[in-house]
């Protein structure tokens, strides 16, 4: 660790950059130290990969690991740099791991940025929540009429939409993948309620009864990061199989709010104590107005995914089961104290 209390990793803040070795495949991770950057950077700088990963600021990973000490890290700031395209473009990338993409407008840009310029490989990190609403289940990842439900899920459809007609069209070699609700140790799981309150967990632990919405039968689709830098990494291993496609990155099972809070009383050693209320009922239950929202969206959606063209198309084999990253996530919680446990 460095003075400052950082790890000592090299910091280019310049548009030259000096590569440590010809020949390499370079790959640029756009967002690199979240939740799904944690895992891949490793992935990367271990299989020899030259590997640059761009932060708006010097944040750390959610877990260390010795790559993260040997890989080039690059300030730059995507929505305040007017010239954020032209300084990635002279990094002179092979592979582009697009996690920090919001906005069709800069998907746009990455397109006419790097269109025809040999760029071998542009991976678009999408969303879950561009798949709306639930008609047939399991969603489908090919599916072009799908009905998000807020901004946030249009905009990424969109880009999806927009890729794809850029495949066909003019060979940009593009992949999507979507995550589903990337959980894991060092942040805010979505919990039994589908919020990210800590209430819930906090009640459970003390053995106290909680109330469920409806009749707690939605899903919820916890994957680990890792297994979701694994998709991305498989598609990066599988550029012929992955190119112009859309893949699910979740965990092999879901949960639904139900078995999450039974499972929960179990981790912590109580019966359950479950009731069930309507959701306006719940809602005033619940007495946050900010988390109803956010229960809203999670909860309307449900549905359930599959793996299996993630599977066949790019071997990929989930690491963690939707239970064990939900435990891990809980031990985190303990450790960090957000969470108390009585020893009675």
């Known amino acids: 660790m460095g003075k400052d209390g950082y790890m000592n990793i090299s910091v280019c803040r310049t548009e030259k950059f000096e590569f440590m070795e010809e020949n390499k495949m370079r790959v640029v991770v756009i967002g690199a130290a979240g939740h799904i950057g944690t895992y891949l950077i490793p992935m990367l700088v271990d299989n020899g990969y030259e590997t ?3 932060t708006r600021k010097m944040s750390m990973p959610y877990e260390d690991a010795p790559a993260w000490h040997k890989v080039k890290r690059v300030l730059l700031d995507r929505e305040n740099d007017s010239e954020f395209i032209e300084k990635l473009k002279a990094m002179e990338p092979d592979i582009i791991v697009d996690l920090v993409n919001f906005n069709i407008k800069e998907t746009k840009k990455i397109v006419e940025g790097f269109g025809g310029t040999g760029l071998f490989h542009y991976l678009y990190c999408s969303s879950c929540w561009a798949h709306g609403m639930a008609e047939t289940i399991p969603f489908n990842p090919d599916d072009l009429r799908k009905e998000p439900l807020d901004e946030y899920g249009k905009d990424k459809f969109a880009s999806e939409i927009y890729l794809k007609e850029q ?9 999507i993948i979507m995550p589903g609700q990337i959980s894991g140790p060092g942040w805010a799981i979505i919990n039994p309620w589908g919020n990210t309150s800590m209430r819930v967990f906090q009640d459970i632990a003390d053995g106290k009864e909680i ?6 039968q939605e899903i919820l689709h916890h994957v680990h990061g890792y297994d979701v830098a694994q998709v991305f990494y498989k598609a990066i291993t599988h550029r012929n199989q992955a190119l112009g496609e859309a893949f699910d990155a979740e ?3 879901h949960i639904t709010l139900y078995g999450f809070a039974k499972h929960m009383y179990e981790y912590f050693g109580h019966e359950p104590k479950i009731k069930f209320l309507p959701w306006p009922e719940w809602c005033k ?3 946050n107005s900010e988390e109803c929202e956010h229960t809203y969206y999670h909860i309307v959606r449900s549905g359930v995914f599959s793996i299996e063209k993630t599977k066949r198309l790019l071997e990929y084999q989930p690491k963690y089961t939707c239970l064990e990253t939900i435990d891990l996530a809980v031990k985190s919680y303990i450790d960090r104290n957000l969470i108390r446990v009585s020893d009675n």
């Not at 495949?167 to 992949?175: A, I, L, M």
């Not at 109330?211 to 707690?216: D, E, I, S, Y």
């Open 211 to 216: 109330a469920l919405p409806n009749f707690g």
């Open 251 to 253: 965990a092999a099972t």
């Open 167 to 175: 495949y066909q069209k003019e060979g940009f070699p593009s992949t």
């Open 52 to 54: 640059i990963a761009i």
């Open 285 to 287: 239950y619940e007495g």
